[in-house]
């Protein structure tokens, strides 16, 4: 089937709104794929794509319409990134990590509304959401999302250590970023961290910091195998006061949070596993054209209809069509109203659906390496930055095997895994 946009590969039942947004995504393909591989060459952002987003209005794309943004959902964003991602996964990545700080702006406003909050709290807790909200909408900032650190944990995905003390009017921050996108390119970014005197996830809390603040500092760059242009390199945190009015640091807001999502964490994750996906169907695509358009020199007869090119296009083609499943029945599960099952059933689906779609993408990836043959290795073709891209997913987040076990925990045990921990003092 011909799709007249990229994303109705992933939803082939776009409403008429959702269209209209895709169309605008749809619109600055070219010009991520014109420096995709100068982005991928050089390791770094490629800074007139941050205009680029902005002038297409879609760094509020999944913000309300009151908030001067585009008003989508989850599926917006899914689409959005699965066309991106067939162009630059490295900047849909960047874009999704700018998309996915919306989340704590609206789920505070939905935990408002739930009653999760005492009145004392609502003014502190409204005021924050919409700061994120007129940040991405009427501001059009791109923001960077830093929650990952380079301490780890046994029995969680992030271990937050950077700690937060309360000051004069504000708190300072101390810590490490290892990971968030943007790096260097994002107006302000937003900083999970621990509040002091707190062990527990009921102390966490988050802080808006201006990229050029008084103690921020660029993490080095690393030379990384694929996403290579998403400036996700992290930031050093020493003595960085944050103003109360850039603070969400209630104890017991981050959890409150986290409740009222859906999906799992905050939301949004299943648009980073779109981005897979994109990439896969873009090497897929590239290597089919590829072997189509040449031929035997004996027979005349295109390459891909030989027994051995029809035997990995068929593969290819169950294992793309397996990832879009899994993605789509995820977004559902998220997005569907009325809601078709419970929270639990929501993450242990994501759980395996994380894995199943990386894994299936980077099969895909395998695939069309092996039909484009030594001609598809050189580093700057599309199959081997699309195979290179991929990879970082089978370790991004939670890798397929950890994310099996947890899955199975929660089906034994019912028990659901913790997302958060924090350093002890």
């Given at each position: 089937m011909t799709h007249t946009l990229t994303a109705e590969y992933l939803f082939d039942d776009l409403s008429l709104a959702e269209r209209e947004r895709a169309a605008r995504v749809e619109a600055i393909l070219p010009a991520l794929r014109a420096h995709a591989e100068?982005?991928?060459?050089?390791?770094?952002?490629?800074?007139?794509?941050?205009?680029?987003?902005?002038?297409?209005?879609?760094?509020?794309?999944?913000?309300?319409?009151?908030?001067?943004?585009?008003?989508?959902?989850?599926?917006?964003?899914?689409?959005?990134?699965?066309?991106?991602?067939?162009?630059?996964?490295?900047?849909?990545?960047?874009?999704?990590?700018?998309?996915?700080?919306?989340?704590?702006?609206?789920?505070?406003?939905?935990?408002?509304?739930?009653?999760?909050?005492?009145?004392?709290e609502i003014p502190i807790v409204h005021r924050f959401a919409e700061n994120v909200l007129n940040r991405m909408g009427r501001q059009r900032q791109l923001l960077g999302n830093f929650a990952s650190e380079t301490a780890k944990s046994s029995q969680s995905a992030v271990f937050i250590a950077t700690e937060a003390e309360r000051a004069d009017g504000g708190w300072v921050l101390n810590g490490v970023k290892s990971f968030g996108c943007n790096t260097g390119v994002a107006d302000a970014y937003l900083v999970a961290a621990k509040l002091k005197g707190y062990d527990?996830?009921?102390?966490?809390?988050?802080?808006?910091?201006?990229?050029?603040?008084?103690?921020?500092?660029?993490?080095?760059?690393?030379?990384?195998l694929g996403m290579r242009g998403s400036a996700s390199h992290g930031i050093i945190l020493e003595n960085v006061f944050v103003p109360d009015e850039d603070a969400l640091a209630l104890p017991g807001a981050f959890v409150k949070l986290m409740q009222t999502s859906r999906g799992s964490l905050m939301g949004n994750q299943p648009a980073?596993?779109?981005?897979?996906?994109?990439?896969?169907?873009?090497?897929?695509?590239f290597a089919l054209d590829s072997t189509t358009r040449m031929r035997f020199q004996d027979t005349g007869r295109p390459i891909a209809t030989s027994p051995f090119h029809q035997e990995l296009?068929?593969?290819?083609?169950?294992?793309?069509?397996?990832?879009?499943?899994?993605?789509?029945?995820?977004?559902?599960?998220?997005?569907?109203?009325?809601?078709?099952?419970?929270?639990?059933?929501?993450?242990?689906?994501?759980?395996?659906?994380?894995?199943?779609?990386?894994?299936?993408?980077?099969?895909?990836?395998?695939?069309?390496?092996k039909m484009t043959g030594t001609s598809g290795t050189a580093n700057r073709g599309v199959v081997a930055r699309m195979f290179r891209d991929i990879a970082m997913s089978l370790v991004m987040a939670f890798p397929a095997e950890r994310g099996r076990l947890e899955a199975a925990k929660m089906i034994t045990d019912g028990a659901e895994t913790r997302t958060f921990t924090v350093k002890a003092d």
């Open positions: 100068e982005v991928d060459a050089s390791g770094q952002f490629y800074a007139p794509h941050r205009q680029t987003l902005a002038d297409a209005g879609l760094l509020g794309l999944v913000i309300p319409e009151a908030y001067g943004g585009l008003g989508g959902g989850l599926r917006d964003l899914a689409a959005a990134t699965f066309a991106m991602g067939t162009a630059c996964p490295s900047t849909a990545l960047a874009y999704f990590f700018h998309c996915s700080t919306s989340s704590r702006g609206l789920l505070a406003l939905e935990a408002i509304a739930e009653g999760r909050f005492s009145a004392e527990t996830a009921e102390g966490l809390a988050m802080f808006f910091v201006p990229r050029d603040a008084a103690g921020v500092r660029e993490r080095p760059t690393w030379d990384a980073i596993a779109a981005i897979y996906l994109g990439a896969a169907k873009a090497a897929f695509d296009i068929g593969k290819a083609a169950v294992a793309l069509e397996t990832a879009r499943l899994w993605l789509r029945r995820q977004v559902e599960l998220e997005t569907c109203e009325p809601p078709i099952a419970d929270k639990d059933e929501v993450v242990q689906h994501w759980r395996l659906a994380k894995g199943v779609i990386s894994e299936n993408a980077f099969l895909v990836a395998q695939l069309a390496l």
